[in-house]
């Protein structure tokens, strides 16, 4: 069960798009569609953002967008504001039966 | 209003046991899957276990199998995580989530002599 791939940090102007991967195997994000994204800022819960590799929850902002190639997911965040500043994880259901995170990845807007 | 609320957490001594619970309103807690999940303070979350609808299906990370028991009351909406045999590196904050991504705060789980 060894932690998803994500790059430890991503940094962007505001307005610019950054994008932040999630590398898994074949076992997991290659293997299922059932790939999510959280937010979260210090001291908080996260906040669920993508679920099943692209879909939006109801009233999240399409500035958020997430999508899949191959063992490798991907969360676009476009129009960067200074909001947006936070840690961000992925997760996948994995063929065992468990689910798994990304190492996490901080985002600074510059 | 949905809210999962977690108790049940303090301080532990090694080799102790403590029972963490979640307890959810504002949603049929009845078909929903539920997940705990960790975080050491400063690090990355950590899944630690999922329990189907009914009770009848659960599953382990491999770090907390076989001391970690989860199980679920839904006649009290309540979802429970028995934690046995804890270890140092079992400190964290502990969260309950709702499988479509529904988080509660989190209870912190401190295991130290």
């Known amino acids: 069960q060894s932690a998803l791939t994500q790059p430890a940090s991503v940094s962007g102007s505001p307005g610019q798009s950054i994008t932040i991967s999630c590398t898994g195997t074949s076992s997991d994000v290659g293997g299922f569609k059932y790939v999510s994204w959280y937010q979260q800022h210090p001291g908080k819960a996260p906040k669920r953002l993508i679920y099943?590799?692209?879909n939006r929850p109801p009233g999240l902002s399409d500035r958020f967008s997430g999508s899949k190639s191959g063992n490798t997911a991907s969360l676009t965040i476009s129009g960067l504001q200074t909001e947006d500043e936070a840690d961000y994880y992925c997760?996948?259901?994995?063929?065992?039966?468990?689910?798994?995170f990304g190492t996490g990845t901080e985002v600074t807007v510059l | 209003e949905v809210q999962l609320v977690e108790s049940g957490g303090g301080l532990v001594q090694p080799g102790g046991s403590l029972r963490l619970s979640c307890a959810a309103s504002?949603?049929?807690?009845?078909?929903?899957?539920m997940h705990w999940v960790r975080q050491v303070p400063g690090k990355g979350l950590v899944w630690v276990s999922r329990i189907n609808n009914d009770g009848s299906g659960t599953a382990y990370a491999d770090s907390v199998k076989g001391r970690f028991t989860i199980s679920r009351d839904n006649a009290r909406n309540t979802v429970y995580l028995q934690m046995d045999s804890l270890r140092v590196e079992d400190t964290a904050v502990y969260y309950c989530?709702?499988?479509?991504?529904?988080w509660g705060q989190g209870t912190l789980v401190t295991v130290s002599s």
């Open positions: 997760s996948s259901y994995t063929r065992s039966g468990t689910e798994v």
């Open positions: 989530l709702r499988a479509d991504g529904e």
């Open positions: 504002g949603f049929d807690f009845r078909n929903n899957w």
């Open positions: 099943e590799v692209s």
